[in-house]
């Protein structure tokens, strides 16, 4: 009885906490920031690509229909973060965690 008092006890003391940072941490490492990306791609994209993604400029990709999208994200960071000669550069405008949490968000309009 005492020995299982002490286990459970021992056990409350390091599994809760620890799980607790487990399930606090791991989304905040991991995964991009889709409200951010929101943020970023409303106030740097939209005027391009429409903020629903359906775009208002003729050139620009539709990313609602999914348009330039079948890329692998490292591929389009590099054409995001160098530009074109129809669309800007976001080198030094966007850092790489937010040019991916656009991407990110970019991907949820489809
Ligand atoms: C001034 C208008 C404009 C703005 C602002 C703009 N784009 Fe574009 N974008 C374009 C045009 C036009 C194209 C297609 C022509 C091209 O790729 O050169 C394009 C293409 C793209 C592509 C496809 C590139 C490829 O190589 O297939 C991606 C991805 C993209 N834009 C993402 C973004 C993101 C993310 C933002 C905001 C951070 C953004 N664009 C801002 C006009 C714009």
Request: proline share 7%.
């Amino acid at each position: 009885m005492i020995f299982h008092n002490t286990t459970s006890s021992v056990r409350r003391f390091f599994l809760g906490p620890l799980t607790m940072l487990f399930i606090l941490l791991t989304p905040a490492a991991f995964a991009a920031d889709l409200d951010k990306g929101k943020t970023l791609y409303l106030a740097h994209c939209s005027g391009c690509h429409g903020e629903k993604g359906f775009s208002i400029m003729p050139q620009a990709p539709n990313f609602a229909r999914g348009e330039s999208l079948a890329q692998p994200d490292p591929v389009l960071m590099d054409a995001i973060r160098s530009g074109s000669d129809t669309r800007p550069p976001f080198l030094g405008i966007l850092n790489d965690r937010e040019i991916l949490d656009v991407i990110s968000y970019v991907r949820t309009l489809l």
